[in-house]
T-cell receptor, first 113, second 113 residues
Framework: DQQVKQNSPSLSVQEGRISILNCDYTNSMFDYFLWYKKYPAEGPTFLISISSIKDKNEDGRFTVFLNKSAKHLSLHIVPSQPGDSAVYFC????????????FGPGTRLSVLP | DSGVTQTPKHLITATGQRVTLRCSPRSGDLSVYWYQQSLDQGLQFLIQYYNGEERAKGNILERFSAQQFPDLHSELNLSSLELGDSALYFCASNRLAGGNEQFFGPGTRLTVL
């Protein structure tokens, strides 16, 4: 039973346009969410996080939106660049419990020049 | 470079064999996590150690075991290997016991023939 879902295995976007990657979760106790980016032959690298006390967190071209009632979060990348082409993982945890992160299956983003 | 190192980078072995994967966490990090990523799958959490003690267990098979040594490096032992154990194995670390972003190593690609 997947607690964190990324229903789009892949996404293609034109350079300069907005990329929107979606993530849904089922565990209402999750209160901390991360996005990781992974290039081939490398480990995942942390991108951006959001706590459940917020509904938006922005870092440069990357913005994460959290809709707690819908148990949904999204990562917006604008403008998209070819170097953003990678696999993006969403991860969630119940921070106060010290529990570990549950990762989604990932979405492969391709930014076309 | 995340500061987390993993050796070896690649490992090819036969079914029934036993292998050991090694991880050195970032300087100062007390927690080490092991993940398995099978083909086109997300990151499956296996096990966590914090300051030498097992902290949390995920979907780790009984044929697998791990330990964290006094110098905080960790080893993941995989025995009686099966074809299905072929995967990327990632190690990650952070300073606290859980609930914060983790820094991933480059991974060990295990191929079981």
């Amino acid at each position: 039973d997947q607690q964190v879902k990324q229903n789009s295995p892949s996404l293609s976007v034109q350079e300069g346009r907005i990329s929107i990657l979606n993530c849904d979760y089922t565990n209402s106790m999750f209160d901390y969410f991360l996005w990781y980016k992974k290039y081939p032959a490398e480990g995942p690298t942390f991108l951006i996080s959001i706590s459940s006390i917020k509904d938006k967190n922005e870092d440069g071209r990357f913005t994460v939106f959290l809709n707690k009632s819908a148990k949904h979060l999204s990562l917006h990348i604008v403008p998209s660049q070819p170097g953003d082409s990678a696999v993006y993982f969403c991860a969630a945890s119940e921070r106060g419990s010290g529990q570990n992160f549950v990762f989604g299956p990932g979405t492969r983003l391709s930014v076309l020049p | 470079d995340s500061g987390v190192t993993q050796t070896p980078k690649h490992l090819i072995t036969a079914t029934g064999q036993r292998v050991t994967l090694r991880c050195s966490p970032r300087s100062g990090d007390l927690s080490v996590y092991w993940y398995q990523q099978s083909l086109d799958q997300g990151l499956q959490f296996l096990i966590q150690y914090y300051n030498g003690e097992e902290r949390a267990k995920g979907n780790i098979l009984e044929r697998f075991s791990a330990q964290q040594f006094p110098d905080l490096h960790s080893e993941l032992n995989l025995s009686s290997l099966e074809l299905g154990d072929s995967a990327l194995y990632f190690c990650a670390s952070n300073r606290l016991a859980g609930g914060n972003e983790q820094f991933f190593g480059p991974g060990t690609r295990l191929t079981v023939l």
